[in-house]
């Protein structure tokens, strides 16, 4: 009976706790916040920031008045967190936190990276502080945007395109990683060891980024003795080889391409290496 009573009341114990947590008062914030993290090279970009939304108002040129330092949103000052070395509009930015602020104006955009990350708004902003400034033009949109917005869009191994997005304004900041001798280093790494993991990223990479396409054919061919049956490496084979200006050999392995792809009724890759040979046809190589 004592065990009964024990287990009841601690029952009753626990339903009142959760009853306690679920009833907390909360009041949502006018303007979210909200956290972005992109995949970027070899590292990643965190922005933190809150959205306001229009709610009828003049935004730029009003609420945000032209020529000022804006937050670049709301609340505290938006912040942006890259852990690798990147090249923002040709300018280098070492790996860290910065707040980021922007000086809006009809026909151009100031964006600005500060060192002092962690302000509220831009009440204490200090251009003393500024990292960085550089010059951006904003575009319109005829398409209206609510709440404020930040957001990626045209990522590649090697670049991105970060937007600021708000009412019928849109600005975009080029990326560019700073990290391409290191992620050679590092395929030059783990291509001494075993290198049946590495080979498709090692030959896209090389692919992409025109770097030594002599290299990136040898290890697509040593691949496809690992996997001979596979048409995913005889696509990559072809790709290199129609870069390389031999029509012929690309079509021949895009064609073998094919031939193992329908073997297995993969019918992408069936597409894929059929894209390559329609490519090769139309090139003037």
Same mark, same amino acid.
């Not at 032209?66 to 690798?84: D, L, P, Q």
């Not at 400034?133 to 590649?156: D, G, H, L």
């Given at each position: 009976m004592k065990k009964c009573y024990i287990y009841v009341l601690a029952i009753l114990l626990a339903g009142i706790t959760f009853k306690t947590k679920a009833q907390a008062p909360r009041i949502p914030e006018a303007?979210? &916040?909200? &956290?972005?993290? /992109?995949? !970027?090279?070899?590292?990643?970009?965190?922005?933190?920031?809150?959205?306001?939304?229009?709610?009828?108002?003049?935004? !730029?040129?009003? #609420?945000?008045?032209?020529?000022?330092?804006?937050?670049?949103?709301?609340?505290?000052?938006?912040?942006?967190?890259?852990?690798?070395?990147?090249? #923002?509009?040709?300018?280098?930015?070492?790996?860290g936190t910065y707040a980021l602020f922007s000086i809006p104006n009809k026909d151009e955009w100031t964006i600005i990276l500060n060192k002092t990350a962690k302000q509220w708004g831009a009440y204490s902003y200090k251009e003393a502080d500024d990292l960085l400034?550089?010059?951006?033009?904003? #575009?319109?949109?005829?398409?209206?945007?609510?709440?404020?917005?930040? /957001? !990626?869009?045209?990522?590649?191994t090697h670049s991105s395109d970060l937007y600021l997005v708000w009412d019928h304004t849109a600005v975009a900041i080029k990326l560019n990683t700073d990290d391409d001798a290191k992620i050679t280093a590092n395929i030059d790494e783990l291509m001494k060891g075993n290198r049946k993991p590495y080979y498709f990223n090692a030959i896209q990479y090389y692919y992409e980024n025109n770097k030594d396409m002599n290299k990136a054919l040898a290890?697509?061919?040593?691949?496809?003795?690992?996997?001979? &049956?596979?048409?995913?490496?005889?696509?990559?084979?072809?790709?290199?080889r129609l870069k390389m200006g031999d029509k012929k050999a690309a079509i021949l392995a895009a064609q073998q391409g094919v031939d193992l792809a329908k073997a297995t009724n993969d019918d992408e890759y069936v597409r894929l290496n059929q894209a390559v040979i329609e490519q090769a046809k139309k090139s003037k190589l």
């Open positions: 303007s979210p &916040t909200q &956290t972005i993290i /992109q995949d !970027f090279g070899l590292g990643k970009v965190t922005i933190t920031y809150s959205r306001p939304s229009v709610k009828g108002r003049v935004i !730029f040129g009003g #609420i945000n008045p032209y020529g000022e330092v804006w937050r670049t949103g709301a609340n505290a000052a938006t912040t942006i967190t890259f852990t690798e070395n990147v090249i #923002i509009e040709g300018n280098h930015v070492p790996a400034r550089f010059k951006v033009k904003p #575009i319109y949109m005829a398409e209206k945007r609510e709440s404020f917005t930040i /957001q !990626f869009a045209n990522e590649t290890w697509a061919l040593e691949a496809e003795k690992v996997e001979p &049956t596979g048409p995913w490496f005889k696509l990559w084979e072809a790709r290199i």
